[in-house]
DNA sequence: AATCGCTGCAACCGCCTTTGG
DNA sequence: ACCAAAGGCGGTTGCAGCGAT
């Protein structure tokens, strides 16, 4: 006896979602909230399976979903990841806000897989290519040098399968500052709010240079003072962000238009209506007077997405330190 | 213009894990 | 502790779109 499906398939749609279908489906989760998929279907008048109301839900309509390719920063944190978690698509994406398990899966199967053996690397291994196979004539002139970049600065790959946490975070704090005209790209795609008029707080007015909490193997009598003083910085810095993400919030709810706030060109005319609308305005509004931890990005979208990044940097960091 | 092959992505499938009784 | 239901996850598939011929 094979396990039961999860729903009964019988009379239910498959295939690709209608606009109407994720209107539907929209306005449903945005008014009752996530909770019981199984029910969903028959409550927002859907003939899906739970299931793919989830999926539809979670890979597609959520509002804090980044669209587009990812930046080389992150193709550089999904190839760092995967080299440490593998192919824990779930895992990886958790680290990635705004993107999806599923879309990172599809573009590292389309995309990375393909420039790491264009670059002699095993995507599997991250270690390079045994030289029986045609070696990249053009590696030198490969047109990926971050990438390359990327693996050279991540020897441990090479050398042991425990990877040390503050290999990634130094990783990724090169490349955020190599990437942050992709930050500045993302942003430029929402028009109601410029860049210039968020509180950007960039990481070289805030992040304490903490090297030496990743690096430096010898311990000093000044060890003590230098991790204190690195700590106030940190929950400085953490309330800061706190701070720069509370006045975003507050211009974006006094926008009308939160279709282009949260995801522009997800939103077509056919899913916004004052309803939608009526109903985002109370869940941002519920959700952000009782949250303002880093978990406010899953709702407040794009925008927050530097400010999430910088968090976890900074709490990754505290954590190291305490 | 028609056909073919390739690519990328949304969606599905089935197994595994978690949760609640 | 056990079991069933629901949710979560990773692998796979189907198909639309696109360029080459």
Redesign the pocket.
Known sequence: M??????D?VG??????SADE?KKLVNFILTNG???????PKLAGLL?????C???W???LRPDLK???LSEYEEKMVIDLHAK??????????NLPGR????I???W???IK?KLKKMGIDPVTHKPLPPTTTPPTDQESSPQPVLAQVVEETPHLEKTDVVPKPVINEVAKDAQQDDDQQLDFCMDDIPLIEPHEIPLLTDSDILPPLTSSSSSSSSNSSNHETLACNQNLVHEDLDQSLTSIDQWCSSAFNSTNYSNVINPGLWDNDVVDDEFIANLNMLLNDEYETNTSIESDTTFGPHLTHYSTMLMNEEWKLEQLL
């Open positions: 094979g396990r039961q499906p999860c729903c398939k239910l749609k498959q295939g690709p979602w994720d996530q909770c019981c998929w199984r029910a969903v899906r399976c739970g299931k793919s989830r999926l539809r979670t890979n597609y669209r587009g390719l978690l593998g192919n824990r698509w779930s895992k990886i994406a958790s999806t398990d599923n879309e899966k599809n573009h199967n389309t995309h393909k």
